[in-house]
């Protein structure tokens, strides 16, 4: 009987949600995500009034391209400011590391401690002792932003959410967030002491769990549900279903921080990262959100080209005449106007190599530039070893050219 009202509460749920686009209806968000935070005059700092619009309502924003990691836009990014939820984005990126170590499986069962079903704000509501896979778990906490999911996670991957926490700030310090500290992996922070990290740290966890390509698979899904169907997730990011090309990536909200997000979007191969921190409210988050990706979209271009391989170069004493060589791809941003043209490709290269020359040996460059500026270069190096040519090897050559022609 519990089961079956639990499906008609998803099943009225969705409907609600198709009928009024301009509300989006939370059957399974605690108050961590829905409650509009009232900051007090102690929390709340002045926001200049001479913030750029770009910016919004919010205390701190900045937008940046996920491959190159490039920022297109900032303001007060690397502001200090408690993250909410969006602290899940380290909770899941070290979720998918063990993942991809083969160290968890979706597969594996979590047994959920007491500890894990206490926790209060969003939650799918985890009973001490239920048996639920990893799987399910990780898309309660990418979907619904559940917090008992992610400390059973944490738990289950750590032994303990303190232990979890530690591996959180080590692998902050490795991707180069120096102004973030973690003190839980849900970002509730009712008591936390110095829970905070900034627009720019939060741009750099998302780049480097986006680059999870299996992510994508629980950041894009607008409905769905765990218990064999009887219990609804709906995402707590209205940009997948009102955004063209969103992909992710993590909402947040509490009385501290504000309402937050890490809004992810792809068009014409390029990712972008939106980050807002402080936003009054949801609605303002969200469309400073769609104003930077807009505003990224409307005025640049991802940029690529393959890796290459010029004409091989003559090689002087070598065993033989010449070597081949090669050079990586190439990334960048541009521009609308530098894109439509695109770089030009500049070699510089020796005229010849003396052997002997071993293989990834760096024997020149190649520049991109626009006009007369160099937005970038690689090394072009030898695809080949080019051993140098002994005596005996050398009479070898000199008879075989004399006597073959």
Known sequence: MKKSKLRILATLSAILLFLSPGKTVYADVGPEEESRPTVSEEEEEARPADAPALAGEAKSVILMEAKTGKVLFEYEADRRLPPASVTKIMTVLLVVEELDRGTVKLTDTVSVSENAASMGGSQVYLKAGEQMTVDDLLKSVVVASANDASAALAEHIAGSVEGFVERMNERAKELGMSNTVFENP?????????????????????????AHEMIFHYTTIWMDSIRDGSFGLTNTNRLIR?????????TGSTSKA??????????EGMQLIAVIMGA???????????????YGFANFRYYESEAGEPEPLKVLGGV???????????Q????????????????????????PVGIGDIVGSVEFKIGDRVIGSLPVCAAESVPKISYFGLLKKM?????LG
């Open 242 to 250: 009102f955004y063209s090309g969103a992909n992710g990536l993590k």
């Open 186 to 210: 849900t970002g509730l922070d009712d008591s936390t002491v110095d829970h905070k990290t900034t627009a720019r740290d939060i741009a750099r966890m998302s780049r480097e769990l986006l």
């Open 320 to 330: 033989s005449g010449s070597c081949r060589l090669v050079y990586g791809s190439f």
């Open 399 to 403: 008879f075989g050219k004399f006597f």
């Open 280 to 294: 009054p409210n949801r609605d303002s988050r969200n469309e400073t959100a769609k104003k930077l990706l807009d």
């Open 258 to 267: 504000g309402f937050c997000i890490s809004a992810a979007a792809k068009r």
């Open 332 to 355: 960048a941003v541009l521009d609308k106007k530098e894109a439509a043209a695109g770089p030009e490709v500049v070699l510089n290269l020796p005229e010849t190599l003396s052997a």
